[in-house]
Every structure is written in C-alpha cells, then in structure tokens.
C-alpha cells in the first residue's frame, strides 16, 4: 500500500514528465502537489460548468476530458494536459462545461497556489506562454491557407461557409489568448498599493497602446535600497508583452542573487539572460529584440542614487534646473554578451524630483504639424511642473499628451515615472 510520501513522489514523478513543468523545481512541484487535492471523476462524470465560480487549476493524471467549446464541438484532453486557467487568471467564471470521458483523476491546484507558482516559476509561466505563441503561429498557417485556396473556395460555397466559421473561431482563440497575456502580465507587474507603501510621494502613467503592453516597470527592495526599472521591450502588444515577461522574470532573478544590487551589474545580467533565452548568440537565429530600460537604486538613509541605462535616460530636477543622466546606447538583448553596463552614481536633494520614460510619449504624432512630441517639448513642461506635487505633474502630462494626440492613433505604449525624494 502506497504511503502519502509515495504518492507525493508517484504525483510528482508524472508532473515532473508532462511538458508545462519541465524545469520546475522539484521542491516546487511537492510543495503544489500537498496544497492541492487528488479528486477523481467517473465516466460522463461533470467536472464543472459553464459559468461556474472558477475554484482550481486542473491537470488530468490518468483518464481523459472533453471541453464543449461550443454546443457540438469539443476538445478532448489526456494525461499531462491542463484546464481551468483561463478563468483563474480572469478571474471570471468558467466559459465551457468540461466533462470526464472515462475514469479520471485531477490534481486541482487552489486558485492562491496556481498564482504563486505562476509568479515564482518562470518555466511554469514561459511552458503557459508558448500555448499563446503556439494559436498565434496557427492562426498565421491558417490565412496563408486560405490565401492560397481562394479561387477555389470562391466556387464552393459550403466550403467557403465551413472556412469562415473556423476563422471566427480561430479570432476567437486569439481574442481569448491575447486577454491570456495580459492577464499574466497584470499579475507580475507590481501592484499601485506596493509602489504608494514605499515610495510614497510619485506618480505613475502607464497607457498601453493594445490590451498588453511592452512597456513594463518593476520594483524590488533590498534591505533599505529601493530598486525601480522602467522598460521598453520591442515591439508592442502581444510581442512586446512576451518580452517584457521574460524582463519581469528575470530581474526577479538576479535580485534574489545578489547582495548588493548595483545597476550596471544588474544590467549586464539581464543582457546575458535574455541573449540565451531569445538565442541571440546563435547567428542563425539571432532578431533584435530587446529592451530599453532605466534602472535605478535609492538609498533614502543616505540619500543616494545609482543609475544605469540602455537607451533609456534619467532626468533630474533641482532648483529649477534639469539634469540628464545619459545611458548606453546599446538595447538589453542585443549588446554583445558580459557587455559592462555603466553605473552612474550621485547625491540626492530633499525635494529632488526624478522621471523615468519610455519613448512612446516623445514619439507620439500628433499636433498642428502631425510631428513627433519630442523630447524638448518634455523637458520644457517637466520644468514648468517640477516643484508642484506628483498627483497634479501626472495630470498635466496627460493632458499636454491627450491633446498633443488629438483625434489620432496611440502610435506606442507609453510608460513615465516621476518620484519626489
């Protein structure tokens, strides 16, 4: 007879095998599997229905399961798959009825589990990201298809009825996956409450131009140090947010190793994580994707700042005078590997007003001559603002940006930080 460590080490054993927890630590794995229950369903057994409260994530160990994803048609799922994730991360009900085929058991994580190892886990949460990358691709193959068949299709008209309705389901999937993504980027992303508890007196602006961003920032603390990264990754929507998943991952990461965190250093870090995780030093498959970033660390006690950049600045305001803190000018990504990242160092005023942006502000088209904001137009208005509190700075910039934009498209995600020393 099996004892509960047996079947701990059986259960983690087959998680171990199945493709979503390929490289999960093993003492992750055990610590999920004894906060989850083992249930079991009979045959035609209903797992849960459409529009029931979302209460696990699941994954099938012996037997199979069949999602009715509409009235007829269903998908059916084995060992090693998974379901039930949409409606935790949206944190809606459930949008299908799923029910057991034959004999089969679950392990069904608690929604507080399923989010921890979502945040503390980058295989878990890059294996969950390539099922979005996966739809995308089949959603290119499928209109490369249809291109080609046209003609035919044109004289079919059943057929053309059957490829229009599996379009709108494949829309469907996409629309599905991309709220996927932001759900997942929302959830690692440092709440406001966070930023308010410890840095007080700032103010954040943050306006993807699609549902996900590729802008993102990030804050960690270390000791009395304040760590504050503010990122652009290539691209924008469902692209930049993959990118910008890895950054958030990865500077969790290296903070946790380090004693003392040091901008450049982190910076170097980063640079080299992320060329092997986008196989950059493999010239056959090298892209350019990347990241700008600002990175900073605070010393309040002592009233002490560290900066390092890629391509991405810092501005400083004194006593009416604006000061830039200039960065490299290579991407995180795309600089050659153990490139030495700058660190700048300076003493801090009370009263000091420091901002952080990415380019999606500066490079918005708009205005009578439907030309860029520039960065100019920026500092001129930051100058005219500095000294009045950050609640009134962030409106002022919206409102200069919303009316700069007029009736025209959002060309970026747009992302600024300011914070009062």
């Given at each position: ?399 200069s940006f919303w009316e700069w934009k007029g009736e025209g498209k959002q060309t970026d995600d747009v992302t600024l930080l300011g914070i009062r020393v």
């Amino acid at each position: 007879m099996e004892t509960g460590d047996d079947k701990i080490k059986t259960i983690r054993n087959k998680l171990s095998e199945a493709p979503l927890f390929i490289g999960t630590q093993g003492y992750q794995l055990e610590t999920v599997i004894r906060a989850s229950m083992l249930v079991e369903y009979t045959d035609g057994q209903i797992i849960f229905e459409k529009g029931d409260r979302a209460n696990g994530f699941f994954i099938i160990l012996e037997g199979k399961v069949k999602i009715h994803a509409r009235q007829i048609k269903y998908i059916e799922l084995g060992p090693g798959k998974y379901f039930g994730e949409y409606a935790l991360i949206e944190k809606q009900p459930h949008s299908s009825t799923v029910t057991a085929i034959n004999h089969c058991k679950c392990l069904v994580m608690p929604p507080d589990i399923f989010n921890n190892l979502l945040q503390q886990s980058l295989p878990f949460s890059n294996r969950l990201l390539q099922t979005l990358i996966h739809r995308l691709r089949s959603k290119d193959k499928l209109e490369i298809s249809l291109t080609e068949k046209n003609a035919e299709i044109s004289e079919q008209n059943e057929k053309i009825s059957e490829q229009n309705q599996k379009i709108r389901e494949q829309n469907e999937r996409i629309h599905e996956s991309i709220e996927y993504a932001g759900m997942i980027q929302s959830t690692i992303l440092p709440s406001t409450k966070l930023l308010e508890m410890k840095l007080e007196n700032y103010f954040l602006i943050f306006h993807p131009r699609e549902k996900v961003s590729g802008d993102f920032y990030w804050f960690a603390q270390k000791e009395n140090k304040y760590c504050v990264a503010i990122s652009d990754c290539t691209g924008h929507g469902v692209p930049g947010s993959m990118i910008s998943i890895l950054g958030i991952s990865f500077l969790n990461e290296i903070i946790n190793q380090l004693d003392q965190p040091d901008p450049g250093e982190i910076l170097t870090l980063l640079n080299n994580k992320m060329q092997n995780a986008l196989n950059q030093n493999h010239e056959r498959y090298h892209s350019h994707d990347g990241m700008d970033i600002a990175f900073i660390v605070i010393d309040f006690d002592n009233m002490e700042l560290s900066f390092a950049g890629a391509q991405s600045p810092m501005y400083l305001v004194r006593n009416n005078e604006l000061s830039v803190f200039d960065p490299n000018k290579v991407n995180v990504g795309t600089a050659p590997n153990n490139y030495q990242f700058t660190t700048q160092d300076t003493l801090l005023d009370r009263d000091d007003m420091l901002y952080f942006f990415t380019d999606g502000l500066v490079d918005q088209l708009g205005g009578e001559e439907y030309k860029r904001y520039g960065t100019c137009q920026l500092k001129d208005l930051l100058m005219q603002i500095a000294d009045q509190d950050p609640q009134v700075q962030e409106q002022a910039i919206l409102d200069s940006f919303w009316e700069w934009k007029g009736e025209g498209k959002q060309t970026d995600d747009v992302t600024l930080l300011g914070i009062r020393v």
